[in-house]
C-alpha cells in the first residue's frame, strides 16, 4: 500500500466510496466524476502502479473482475453495452492501475477521447447507481 494513493486508502477502507465489488485481491467503486452515471473503476487492492507492473499472477483475477463489473453495469443500468478501458500512466489521473467501465447507451453522445464528466446530486444518488449494479454482481459488499 502506498500512503499518498488515495486508491490504496479506498481499498483499506481509510476513504469512502461507492463500492459495488469488494473481495480479496479488487474491488470496484463508482467514479466520482463519471463520464456517466453508473462508471465504475476496477483496481487491484494492493497498490499497482500502472498496467506494465501487473504481475502476471494477478492479471487474470484482476480482468475477471472488470469483466464482472462490466457484466453487471450492463444488467444493473439496462446499458446497451459498456465501454471498458485503462489509461496506461499517459492520462492515467492516479497512479495506481484502473480499469474505467462505462455505460452505454446508442446515441449516448460519447465520442472519441474527450468525455464530458457529469456529477451525481448526492451521496444518496451515488449510493443508488452503485446498489443497482452490487444488485446485479448478486448482492451486498463484503466488509473488510
Not at 463519471?34 to 498496467?51: M, Q, R, S, T, Y
Amino acid at each position: 500500500m502506498s500512503r499518498s494513493c488515495i486508491f490504496c486508502a479506498i481499498a483499506a477502507g481509510e476513504v469512502g466510496a461507492s463500492f459495488v465489488l469488494r473481495e480479496e485481491g479488487v474491488c470496484a467503486f463508482l467514479d466520482t466524476r463519471p463520464v456517466f452515471k453508473g462508471h465504475v473503476l476496477v483496481i487491484p487492492a494492493e497498490h499497482v502502479a500502472d498496467f506494465h507492473t501487473v504481475p502476471a499472477i494477478g492479471m487474470g483475477g484482476f480482468w475477471t473482475a472488470v469483466q464482472r463489473v462490466s457484466r453487471a453495469v450492463e444488467a444493473g443500468l439496462e446499458a446497451q453495452g459498456t465501454f471498458v478501458g485503462v489509461n496506461n500512466k499517459i492520462s492515467q489521473s492516479v497512479p495506481h492501475l484502473h480499469a474505467h467501465v462505462v455505460p452505454r447507451r446508442k446515441g449516448d453522445g460519447l465520442r472519441g477521447f474527450f468525455w464530458p464528466r457529469t456529477k451525481y446530486e448526492s451521496d444518496a444518488e451515488m449510493e443508488e447507481w452503485a446498489g443497482k449494479i452490487r444488485g446485479a454482481m448478486g448482492g451486498a459488499v463484503q466488509p473488510i
